[in-house]
């Protein structure tokens, strides 16, 4: 039986999501949690890795388990055995041929910003930009990023993905003053590459005369070296058909 | 020669501002990155002690030295020294007569509370209050709480106040569907009295037949034994004439 779950966490103290030898992995805590919860060890699969530091708000996993488990006890179950920064929002059964990683349509990042001064209940979760950030600019600059693109630009190496094309079908700013959020939805996403757009686009919100559809037609990272932290990068969304 | 300092803090790793004998306090922490900065043991006061878990956007501190200290100085020298959950926002020289605590006039506290499944990356920073909480109730016995009265109900013991009354200038919710944000300005609160307050009005919130009135006028703490977790409080401003 297969089984469909949607994840939050803080990435913060995490090696990222994908299983590590030297443990330390989202993955790792969730199949332990599983395990405890079941006594099966199972495999679970994510939409796709996130980054050592990188947070979730809705992360989907599946996994196989000849286990009749409602819902509830799928949620308090393992929510039980997981570190508090690990948290499971929802459960349910999924058909066979559904994928976590295979299946996901569109997906969406969100990159949290704040204006001002460093702020400690923000540190390890979001991006201190200061004052001096015009957000009109890199607006501008990131709707150049839809449609559909080789984005090499913004790759970095050791992705292993077959080709750099990818689809943008949205970017939007939210900008209240203090937070600043950057929205970015595409079929899929490159390694590191929100968070390298995210660089280029602070560089250009600081004066960087950076003209973003050249940039991405050069095709070459070399031109976008940068590389933002993973601090204000949460995976937002997961779209299924 | 008198400086004043503004620092932000996440309270969650700290034993709270007051300086303990087994160490842990944030206190301790600017106390010992000023002695590293100066080479002088230098006793640091606050507005006011923050409890356990409790953090600050905004906390006002002075302390005595005889150095001539520039103000980028002293936000350069003590951030260097103090680990990254502490950091000091902003420095000035002040007058002799100025005190952190004796001249504050008032202060105002934010209570950041969310909806929906509780999330890791407010874990310890906001309190999840589920979906059934009636914001409207909340604010409308909220509005009891301002004027001049004996907060008895509101204090906990262990406090050491002089007198239980206090002026309470403004109470007010910001709901934006996701957070609810209870923010209360006084010119001084008791031991706990936000958070037994803000204890009474999610009971209120979840359906609780409580009057506010009538809760004040008993002036015994018997009648709202309940204490809100530390996890949500933020110590927001502090004003002086």
Chains 1, 2 share one sequence.
């Not at 790759?155 to 950057?182: C, H, I, L, N, W």
């Not at 970015?184 to 929100?194: D, E, K, P, S």
Request: with cysteine.
């Amino acid at each position: 039986m297969r089984y469909k779950i949607t994840l939050s966490y803080d990435g913060s103290g995490f090696c990222g999501w994908q299983s590590q030898k030297s443990g330390g992995s989202i993955q790792d805590a969730v199949e332990f949690a599983l395990e405890k919860l079941t006594g099966i060890k199972t495999r679970v699969t994510a939409s796709g890795r996130t980054d050592a530091g990188v947070h979730a708000l809705a992360q989907v996993a599946h996994f196989d388990i000849e286990k009749d488990l409602t819902e509830k006890t799928v949620i308090g179950g393992l929510n039980a055995y997981l570190p508090r920064s690990v948290r499971v929002l929802a459960a349910e059964r999924a058909n066979d041929n559904f994928d976590a990683r295979k299946s996901a349509k569109r997906k969406t990042y969100m990159y949290l910003m704040y204006r001002g001064s460093e702020l400690p209940v923000l540190s390890g979760r979001a991006l201190c930009i200061g004052d001096n950030v015009n957000v009109d600019a890199m607006r501008d600059a990131a709707r150049f990023l839809a449609g559909t693109h080789d984005f090499k630009t913004f790759m970095a190496s050791g992705g292993g993905a077959k080709t750099s094309v990818r689809t943008v079908y949205d970017t939007r700013f939210e900008d209240d003053k203090f937070f600043v959020k950057f929205y970015i939805t595409a079929n899929g996403f490159l390694y590191n590459m929100v968070r390298i757009i995210v660089a280029q686009l602070l560089k250009i919100g600081k004066g960087g005369n950076i003209d973003m559809r050249e940039l991405i037609a050069l095709c070459d990272r070399n031109n976008a070296k940068e590389l933002a932290p993973p601090d204000g990068l949460y995976l937002y969304d997961v779209k299924y058909e």
